[in-house]
Structures are given as structure tokens and as C-alpha cells.
């Protein structure tokens, strides 16, 4: 029987605004049902905050909800805090402390750090420097069975976490935040994380924590940043979820991908892993290919396995990694959108809908790199790719049908669909709608109907079929 899920609330900078807040609450729970507990991240206190918290503390008004908040964030609130390891400020309210692990009788984890970043060794009584991340790291996983927590709990905001995700709006990631609370999302591996401070409500896109077909998959992450209560401007203060705690979940139910996943914001560059790991080279063993029948018609598939490179006695193939959420692209996943595939092959060739030369490919590359600042270098006519780029190194390459090559070597951010937005444009396909993929999905029984249309007319043509 599947473990019943916690309902829970979590709150951005109350700032002493505690009318405010349990009054909001207590209207969610009369329309919505009990919850479980309420987890504050930010100010929880602000320099107006004795008169209602006076009533609070001397138990003539209790909290609807149990509540854990986090500590100060600056010198004028220290006070509100007596024990710096943690303690219950009033009925229903406690203060989970400067740093820490927050296990429920539920068996739901909770890692907690309080206050802001600092550079100060030791830290002011409002702050967390570098030896308490260290520590806190430490304790968690020294574990031998770690593999994260259910929820995270930081003030400060993490640096990058918008990198690979949608827009952030007004908030710079890129400035805003804390590294040291990078560091310390990347190990402690949170399906959850709250953050405030900021003044601003955003829920990053779920992102991985596992290289794909490298690592063993793992959880996702969801970073949310929420306002402050009352605010002016209406912005999401509150954020209500459910949770199973992960040591009760089915391990293949936990690690399920969402379609909308997408890459760590805070996985170190490639050229920053290598310097602690061995780079790839050239005598590593090939990667399996994965063929996929379609069906008896398809014809005979199977592995590549070296032969046709000469090899006398080519190595034994790897199986391929079997990836466990829902991927989309990859014909190796039982999440696979078998109804759309019309044939198998090695190599893909875009054609234009109305006649384009060589020129004008090449052009559309061209002005379309330079619009979002690409450099795109020509490879010289006897250039191998290889000499151009190092193993292990992320580029962007183009061939076209006269021979010309042109590339890019990937530094940073790049442009997750601009080759797709190249071939959609006006001098190419001149099918602008069909840029975002998002727009492009029809009903399944539809598409169903144009694939097997398609396949049909394109059996007489099909290289596949030829092998």
C-alpha cells in the first residue's frame, strides 16, 4: 500500500506580518483540508514585528499550523532568536536552527540553513560561511545510504539557478544569490528548495541531478523562490504541495523524469570536470549503437559492433543504458512515442520546401548566428572535425551539401533549439510556427494517421530498407 503524501505550505519573508499570513492559512485549510506543516524561508521577522508577535509569544494567539522558520538574515532580529541550535519560539512555532537535518516521525527530510552568505570565519550569528556549508555537507553525506533530501530550506537565493531554466523576469541569477548555497543545492540533491529574500516568486523548470546515460538516474530537483506575504504587487507568497517521503517511495517512481526537465544549473563545466577526472580519448571503447524495429518490415537490426571498421576481433558491446523516466528523442525508452517513427537510420538530411542553394543555407546560418552573437568558423576543405575540436568537447557543427563545414565550439550557454529555429525559418522550410516544438503537437490518433500516410510513401525511398 503507497505511503499517504504530506500536505504542506511553504511561505516566502513574512516580515512580522503574522496576522496576515495565518489569516491566509486558516482560509486555505477551511477550503482545502488540513495540512501538515508550515515551512517559512526569508525574514520571518521585521522591525515592526513585537506587537503581533507579543500575543503570539505569551500564547493569547497560537499558529493554525505547525510552523518552522528559519533564523535572521541580519542583526536587528538576532534577538527573536534565544538558542542558536534551534527551539520553539511559541506554540506551533519553532526555529529550526543555524544549520541542520529536520527528520519527521513521517520520515520526511528536511535540510535547513539559516541566514545569509558571509565571508567572515566565524560567521556573524546572522550568517553561514563556508565551514558551515562544509559541515552541514559533511553530516548528510557521510551517509553510505545518502541520496538526498526531500526538501531544502535557504534564505539566499542559489547563485545560477537559472541557467538551462525559463526566465527568472527581473531577477539576474547570474548575480543574485548565494555560490555557497550552489554548492550546497548540487550535494545535497533536494527534490524541493525554498528560497526568499528576494522579493520575487519564480519556479525554476524540475532539473536532474544525474548526467544522462553516464550516471544512474536520480530524483529531479524543484528550486521555488517566493515573495513576501502581503506584498503589493500579488505575488506568490505561499506555495502548497504534496510529498511521499523518499525513503517510502518506490526507487523507479522516484527517479521518473518530467517532460520538461532539464539540465543541472550547477553541474561544473566539462573543461572544469576533466581537471579531476581522465579525459575521453580516442582508445576508449565505442558507445552501442540501439536500433529499434519497428516492426517485422523494417528489416534486420542490430548492434554495431566494429566490424565494418575492419576489426578482426571488434570488442564485445556495451548494452545500452535503459533510461528509466519518460525521454522523448531517445528509441531506447519505453516512454518512446512508438506512433510517430516512420523509418531508422544513421543520418538525417533537412530539405527546404521551396528550392534554396547552398548559399542560401549557409546564409540563413550565418545571420542568424551573428543575431545571437554565434560565431560560426569555416573548417578548412581536408579539416577533420577532430582536429578542430577536442574530445569530450561540446560543439555545434554544420555540413553542407558543397562540402563547406561550418562550426561552433560551445562555451557556456548556447541556444538549446537554434538549429531547429535555422531550418524553420523563412529562407530555409519557411515554417516559422514550427520553431517551438510546443506548438507542433497534434491529437495521438492524428499523428498515428499521418505516420503511417507518410511511411507509406516513403517505403519505395527508404536507405533503411536497403541495408
Not at 500536505?7 to 513574512?14: Q, Y
Not at 565571508?119 to 558551515?132: L, T
Not at 576489426?311 to 506512433?339: D, R
Request: charged fraction near 25%.
Amino acid at each position: 500500500m503507497a505511503a499517504a503524501p504530506l500536505r504542506v505550505l511553504a511561505c516566502g519573508d513574512v516580515e512580522g506580518r503574522l496576522e496576515t499570513l495565518f489569516g491566509r492559512v486558516r482560509a486555505i485549510q477551511g477550503k482545502s483540508g488540513r495540512f501538515d506543516m508550515l515551512l517559512c524561508v526569508g525574514n520571518f521577522f521585521g522591525s515592526t514585528s513585537e506587537t503581533e508577535w507579543a500575543e503570539y509569544r505569551t500564547g493569547a494567539k497560537k499558529a493554525p499550523i505547525p510552523t518552522y522558520v528559519l533564523g535572521a538574515n541580519d542583526q536587528e532580529t538576532v534577538s527573536f532568536f534565544p538558542d542558536v541550535s534551534g527551539c520553539e519560539l511559541a506554540e506551533n512555532i519553532t526555529y529550526l536552527g543555524r544549520r541542520g537535518l529536520y527528520s519527521g516521525t513521517s520520515g520526511l527530510q528536511i535540510a535547513y540553513l539559516s541566514g545569509t552568505e558571509s565571508q567572515d570565519e566565524p560567521a556573524p550569528a546572522y550568517s553561514f560561511s563556508a565551514k558551515d556549508v562544509a559541515e552541514l555537507k559533511t553530516s548528510l553525506l557521510s551517509t553510505p545510504s545518502f541520496k538526498g533530501v526531500d526538501i531544502l530550506l535557504t534564505s539566499p537565493w542559489p547563485r545560477d539557478v537559472g541557467t538551462f531554466a525559463n526566465s527568472a523576469g527581473e531577477i539576474d541569477t547570474k548575480k543574485c544569490g548565494s555560490k555557497l548555497v550552489s554548492d550546497l543545492a548540487a550535494s545535497l540533491k533536494p527534490r524541493y528548495h525554498f528560497a526568499a529574500l528576494e522579493k520575487a516568486y519564480y519556479e525554476r523548470l524540475p532539473y536532474r541531478n544525474h548526467t544522462v546515460l553516464q550516471e544512474t538516474p536520480q530524483h529531479v530537483s524543484r528550486f521555488i523562490a517566493l515573495a513576501d506575504v502581503g506584498n503589493t504587487s500579488k505575488k506568490k507568497y505561499l506555495y502548497a504541495f504534496s510529498i511521499v517521503p523518499m525513503s517510502l517511495m518506490d526507487p523507479a517512481e522516484l527517479v521518473k523524469q518530467p517532460q520538461d526537465v532539464t539540465e543541472n544549473p550547477y553541474r561544473k563545466s566539462r573543461k572544469e570536470a576533466q581537471k579531476t577526472k581522465a579525459p575521453l580519448c580516442a582508445e576508449e571503447e565505442p558507445a552501442c549503437q540501439f536500433f529499434f524495429d519497428l516492426d517485422k518490415h523494417q528489416g534486420k537490426k542490430r548492434p554495431s559492433d566494429g566490424k565494418e571498421r575492419g576489426n578482426s576481433q571488434p570488442k564485445q558491446a556495451k548494452k545500452p543504458p535503459q533510461p528509466t523516466g519518460p525521454c522523448w528523442f531517445c528509441l531506447a525508452s519505453p516512454e518512446v512515442e512508438k506512433h510517430l517513427v516512420v523509418s531508422i537510420g544513421t543520418h538525417v538530411i533537412p530539405v527546404p520546401l521551396d528550392h534554396c542553394t547552398s548559399e542560401d543555407i549557409k546564409e540563413s546560418f550565418i545571420v542568424q548566428a551573428q543575431e545571437q552573437q554565434i560565431e560560426l568558423l569555416e573548417i578548412p576543405e581536408h579539416s577533420d572535425i577532430t582536429q578542430v575540436a577536442q574530445p569530450g568537447t561540446p560543439y555545434f557543427y554544420v555540413e553542407l551539401d558543397t562540402g563547406e563545414k561550418l562550426f561552433h565550439r560551445i562555451r557556456g550557454r548556447f541556444p538549446l533549439h537554434f538549429g531547429r529555429e535555422v531550418l524553420a525559418s523563412e529562407a530555409l522550410l519557411a515554417l516559422p510556427q514550427r520553431a517551438d516544438w510546443r506548438r507542433c503537437a497534434a491529437e495521438r490518433a492524428e499523428e498515428a494517421a499521418q505516420a503511417r500516410a507518410f511511411r507509406r510513401d516513403f517505403q519505395p525511398f527508404d536507405f533503411a530498407l536497403r541495408a
